[in-house]
């Protein structure tokens, strides 16, 4: 087991003939007065590509004898450096022992000046590797991780930013503890600590120093919660995050100690992750991308390995923020904005984004391409398969997201692009189903033509913090779905009542919305081929949506029957006939299906006046 270690917090002190600075800033005069306080020393050797750095490189020789005698009275080893660039950062593989046993360990630990910079938005050309929950699952997985995160390294020849989840199922655990000792009184993190253990003892990692001081923290706040009886959002956020600061530690070290890779562990709000205080959502601040790049401008130089943890930032108070369940995709997008990448990767458990949810249609397959657009849909509308609100800052930077498989890495994958980059002649290019929707019908009683009516009945649902998805109108009527549990009964009857005066509104529980990522061009197509398959399984379309953005039709369906209609619209659009896939049958049948469909009782269609 290596010894006491932390690859972020460790304070190490070096000098070399040439090296006027480490990273804190000091100069070899200080230098020589911090080693005779420091714990331990690391000394850097010179470091050959593929090579540990052996006897014959060791450059203590370079040293000057007083240091050299401090270092040895310091317990210090060895020191090397290579010099790239005069401005480039040195990378460092050093030495170290505290025990009389030398210990190999590698990492950046020092900067000769600042890294150089490029214009904002261009500062490295690095890929960012999002590697999601079951991908760091245990030990085994990290190493596999580890495996890809070599394979990056010498595709890219740079070292990749990597961005973690919380191992397997940590996060809800988290939870799973804080309501233990919110409603049972009852303190115990067992099945957090017990994994964290398990995969530092799998990998010879040291366990006390490594996950023990936050472990102790997380006790100490379950305690808290226990006594004070009170688990606001704000302090479930707080234990939340050590899931991902458990799994960039571990991981770190994993890279550091048995891959010889100069990785560090950071917590994204030390990278300049800030979010407003909307605790368990919280929405990432504008100044965010400036902070990120300034940091690693600052601190990560292109001869570190920076571990970052998904999912928390915090907010200008200092509190622990999260950015919602799924939210270490939108982590990985925003450093890839922030930073320029070349492309964000997002590492799963499935070959990609697949033409549905894999769980309620296992035939489903991957799309090998589609558009940031297209993706945010998909997400938005129920694809638990990315954050919905991920692609934004991909989208607005124009990076590329790749979903990749880490138990499958040879599948190809999907590629995210912009819109014109994407391959665009398929009429339907996936499904989702987000079930447990609500149905608003708001039938107006005033005069057909009375103006402000959809003003007033907005305004009330915005006063109320209740955000709608899908919309159809008529002149005198108009549908919506709210979220599921948007709307408890005291809250429908107060929107009732404050819009009886213009409108008699009627609650439906129990909905879905399945959502056909399309392209909407091809609409009356689509729609006659969808309503022919639905109507031929009996099912009732209760309101159609052909939004504004040109890549969804919603459909609107009980929720019993929403498994029977997304596998039958699967097999309609992806399985069904040669055709189905180039999309170019439409015909009579399922345009009078359509038609009829349509115009059955009950159905909303949106825009029809
Ligand atoms: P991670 O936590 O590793 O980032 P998630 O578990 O959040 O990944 O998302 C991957 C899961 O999303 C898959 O295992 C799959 O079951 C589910 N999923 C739902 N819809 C889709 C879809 N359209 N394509 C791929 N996976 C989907
Ligand atoms: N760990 C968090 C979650 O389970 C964030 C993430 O995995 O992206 O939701
Ligand atoms: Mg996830």
Redesign the pocket.
């Known amino acids: 087991m290596h010894s006491a270690l932390q690859p972020a917090a460790q304070p190490c002190f070096i000098l070399a003939p040439g090296l006027t600075s480490n990273r804190n800033g000091l100069t070899r005069a200080s230098c020589a007065h911090e080693l005779r306080r420091a714990p331990c020393v690391w000394l850097a050797r010179r470091r050959f590509p593929r090579q540990t750095a052996g006897p014959q490189h060791d450059a203590s020789c370079l040293v000057p004898s007083f240091h050299r005698q401090e270092l040895h009275r310091q317990r210090v080893v060895a020191l090397s450096r290579r010099r790239t660039k005069r401005t480039a950062p040195l990378d460092i593989v050093a030495e170290r022992s505290d025990s009389g046993n030398a210990q190999a360990v590698s990492g950046t630990q020092f900067q000769q000046e600042a890294t150089p910079t490029g214009a904002p938005g261009k500062v490295y050309d690095r890929v960012v590797c ?6 760091v699952a245990d030990a085994e997985r990290m190493r596999e991780v580890a495996r890809l995160v070599r394979r990056q390294i010498e595709l890219s020849r740079q070292y990749p930013v990597v961005v973690l ?1 919380a191992m397997g199922s940590t996060t809800n655990d988290l939870i799973a503890a804080g309501d233990a000792a919110l409603y049972e009184g009852i303190v115990d993190s067992t099945v957090v600590r017990n994994r964290a253990y398990a995969v530092c003892d799998a990998l010879g990692l040291d366990r006390e120093a490594l996950v023990d001081p936050l472990l102790m923290q997380l006790d100490q706040l379950l305690m808290g919660v226990k006594f004070i009886r009170e688990l606001s959002p704000r302090t479930r956020d707080y234990l939340v995050s050590f899931g991902e600061r458990l799994s960039v530690r571990i991981f770190a070290a994993h890279l550091l100690y048995n891959e010889g890779l100069p990785a560090r562990a950071f917590d994204a709000f030390d990278v300049g992750f800030r979010t407003d205080s909307n605790f368990q959502n919280a929405e990432i601040l504008e100044e965010t991308y400036d902070l990120i790049r300034s940091f690693f401008e600052r601190v990560v130089s292109n001869q570190t390995l920076a571990v970052i943890t998904g999912f928390i930032a915090k907010d200008n108070e200092g509190h622990v923020t999260t950015l919602g369940r ?1 939210g ?2 939108l982590t990985a997008t925003t450093l890839g904005a922030a930073l320029g990448a070349t492309e964000v990767q ?5 070959d ?8 309620l249609v296992p035939n ?1 397959i991957p799309v090998a391409e589609m558009s940031f657009e297209e993706a945010a849909e ?1 997400a938005y509308f129920g ?4 954050h919905p609100v991920a692609m934004q800052p991909a989208l607005r930077f124009n990076i590329p997201v790749r ?1 990749k498989n880490s138990y499958n890495p040879e599948a190809p994958g999907t590629v995210i692009l912009r819109r014109e980059s994407a391959t665009m002649d398929r009429p339907v290019t ?1 499904l ?1 189903v987000k079930r447990g929707v609500q149905l608003v019908d708001i039938v107006s009683t005033r005069m057909v033509g009375a103006y402000g009516f959809l003003a007033r009945v907005f305004a009330c649902f915005a006063t109320h913090q209740l955000s709608v998805d899908v919309i159809a109108t008529s002149e005198v009527s108009l549908s919506l779905t709210l979220d599921a549990n948007a709307c408890d009964m005291t809250r429908q009857q107060r929107i009732i009542k404050e819009l009886q005066q213009i409108a008699q509104v009627s609650f439906s529980s129990g909905r879905a919305i399945i959502s056909i990522i399309s392209n909407v061009r091809r609409s009356s197509e689509i729609l006659a081929r969808a309503m022919k398959v639905l109507h031929e399984q009996n099912i009732e379309v209760q309101m159609i949506s052909q939004g504004a953005s040109k890549f969804n039709i919603s459909l609107v369906v009980h929720n019993d029957e929403a498994i029977t209609a997304v596998r039958a619209l699967h097999d309609e659009f992806f399985h069904c006939s040669p055709s189905a896939s180039n999309g170019t049958s439409t015909s009579a049948t399922a345009a009078a299906a359509a038609a009829a469909a349509a115009n059955a009782d009950g159905v909303r269609v949106a825009g029809a006046a």
């Open positions: 999002k590697f999601g929950g079951s991908s989840s799924g270490s995709d997002v590492w799963k458990d499935v990609g984004i697949m033409t549905t949810d894999p769980r489903a998909l694809a638990k398969v990315l979903v996936a989702s």
